[in-house]
């Protein structure tokens, strides 16, 4: 990482006039949203038309991160977590296996497509119960947690855009705050679930800068001694906009490497992508669940989505796995 660079570009043209650019960065110095700033950049130069938007340093958020501590919303925040400390810790999130002694190093990625006509389907669902896909497939996956490991109450990570204004927006970098949303089910519908869900994480998205630095302290406080709050990491990426704004024929196409950050964590990946595709990836450890495994995990997933969208007004307790 010191000796070389941490990006690379390569742009290529064939005979016929099509070509691509190629691009390599290291996640220390870029994230997903970042990949979609320098996207809409990079097709503004084929579309004169694009809207120029003002970009602005990494270096300031930097600056406002160290401001942090000593600033009135850190008070704000640690009250707002204190409060939900007081009611009940929430639980460690975490995909069962039937694996009781395994590596921590050795990891994999798994990715599967959906189905066009289902995917269809989950936009229509999201537009007439005014939700967004972000918070239906976090609704899905806590679902998902619920059935198979009974919790009821617990934490589910994401480190989907994690920006919050529209200076942080326009900004190019890696951005490693994690949100945790305090997912609770009760007995109720999906649409009321999905409702709450909504609540959270908009409520716990504004106290995120709080649960990055200081959570740790907050558990120790309350005798729980776990290293990450929760075992289930979400993420969750959309590049589709860029094809109604952008007016440039084109396919977008990548990968990156499977990992689990070295922890015992399962890492969700939803990126809805051009040409109304959405694809699923899961990290995982390759010792913990075989691939057969996350298949089964994948099918559960999409056999809970059909039954919510078969019956808008299905009851949690009636939906199975």
Request: net charge neutral; with cysteine.
């Amino acid at each position: 990482m010191f000796d070389s660079f941490l990006f690379h570009f390569v742009a290529y043209r064939y005979k016929n006039g099509q070509g691509g650019i190629i691009v390599k960065l290291h996640h220390i110095i870029a994230d997903g949203y970042c990949l979609g700033l320098l996207l809409y950049k990079v097709f503004g130069y084929y579309n004169k038309s694009l809207t120029k938007f003002p970009a602005f340093s990494y270096i300031d958020h930097i600056e406002a991160d160290e401001k942090y501590p000593s600033s009135k919303k850190y008070e704000q925040d640690k009250e707002f977590w204190n409060k939900i400390f007081e009611e009940r810790i929430p639980d460690y999130a975490y995909i069962p296996s039937k694996k009781e002694s395994y590596s921590l190093k050795l990891s994999d990625k798994a990715e599967f497509e959906l189905d066009s006509n289902l995917v269809d389907l989950i936009k229509k669902y999201c537009k007439e119960n005014k939700t967004s896909i972000y918070t239906f497939f976090t609704s899905i996956y806590s679902l998902y947690i619920n059935k198979t490991t009974n919790l009821t109450n617990f934490f589910l990570s994401s480190v989907s855009q994690n920006r919050r204004n529209i200076k942080e927006k326009l900004t190019a970098g890696m951005y490693s705050i994690t949100a945790y949303f305090n997912i609770k089910i009760h007995n109720q519908s999906f649409k009321e679930f999905t409702k709450e869900n909504n609540a959270t994480i908009f409520n716990e998205y504004k106290h995120m800068n709080f649960t990055e630095y200081y959570l740790k302290e907050l558990f120790r406080k309350n005798n729980d001694n776990r290293y990450v709050p929760s075992g289930i990491i979400m993420s969750y990426q959309d590049l589709s906009q860029f094809k109604n704004k952008i007016n440039v024929n084109c396919e977008l196409v990548g990968d990156s490497s499977g990992g689990t950050l070295g922890l015992d964590i399962f890492i969700i990946h939803i990126l809805e992508q051009m040409d109304n595709k959405i694809k699923i990836s899961y990290d995982y450890l390759m010792e913990k669940y075989s691939k057969e495994d996350i298949s089964n995990i994948n099918k559960g997933i999409i056999s809970i989505i059909e039954q919510v969208l078969n019956n808008g007004n299905v009851n949690i307790q009636d939906i199975q796995v």
